[in-house]
């Protein structure tokens, strides 16, 4: 199974919300990550996890949190977001490897579209 | 800045004709990757390449690397409408924990 997944695939919420999107992978794979992508730029690397520690964390605003509860599943908790906030959230996983997780291949979820009002 | 920089922005060919796409990077690296993104959607691996491999073919791809000239390119034979996406090309930042993304070219394939 090669397969990442991402709930929900679209959410709408407002600057006083709270939501959370859900990632997870059964490959076996002990790094995991999230991105965010606006339009027609590439994905902006926010967190990443490896053996379910955060690793780095890319100087990501206290209203995104991260969280790892087990090795498959990686969530993103969101409060009190702004409409700049709003684009594709993307989830990914890979190895960790010998020189870095860096060097590894990823493997992407379909991302949750995020619009906040 | 970001360690991978790719050209052309966007590239409009027809069916049949081939698509090639350039990145350049800053640093040594151990490996370059190229990745596709169907519109608004994940991201897809396509094929890595060693830094001690100049050439490699997957199918209709062809990748070759320079690492003299810190360029890489990726050849798209026979395009397909399908084809039609993003490309971005990604590698390791100097530590190795984590992956810089390239700009993207937006590859356009006319029916």
């Known amino acids: 199974d090669t397969e990442v997944t991402q709930t929900p695939k679209h959410l709408v919420m407002g600057m006083t919300n709270k939501k959370s999107l859900k990632c997870e992978q059964h490959m076996g794979h002990r790094a995991m990550y999230w991105y965010k992508q606006k339009a027609k730029k590439p994905p902006e690397l926010m967190f990443v996890?490896?053996?379910?520690?955060?690793?780095i964390n890319e100087s990501v605003p206290s209203r995104f949190s991260p969280e790892c509860p087990n090795s498959s599943l990686l969530n993103l908790h969101l409060h009190a977001l702004q409409p700049e906030d709003s684009a594709l959230y993307l989830c990914a996983s890979s190895q960790v490897g010998t020189q870095g997780a860096g060097q590894e291949t990823q493997y992407f979820g379909p991302g949750t579209r995020l619009l906040v009002l | 800045s970001q360690q991978g920089e790719e050209d052309p922005q966007a590239l409009s060919i027809q069916e049949g004709e081939n698509a090639t796409m350039n990145c350049s990077y800053k640093t040594s690296i151990n490996n370059l990757q190229w990745y596709r993104q169907n519109s608004g959607r994940g991201l897809v691996h396509l094929i890595l390449?060693?830094?001690?491999?100049r050439e490699k073919h997957s199918g209709r791809l062809r990748v070759t690397l320079d690492t003299s000239k810190k360029s890489s390119s990726l050849l798209i034979t026979a395009s397909r409408a399908a084809d039609t996406a993003s490309y971005f090309c990604?590698?390791?930042?100097?530590?190795?924990?984590?992956?810089?993304f390239g700009a993207g070219t937006r590859l356009f394939v006319k029916a």
């Open positions: 990604a590698t390791p930042d100097t530590g190795g924990f984590k992956t810089i």
């Open positions: 390449i060693r830094s001690n491999e």
């Open positions: 996890y490896s053996y379910e520690k955060l690793s």
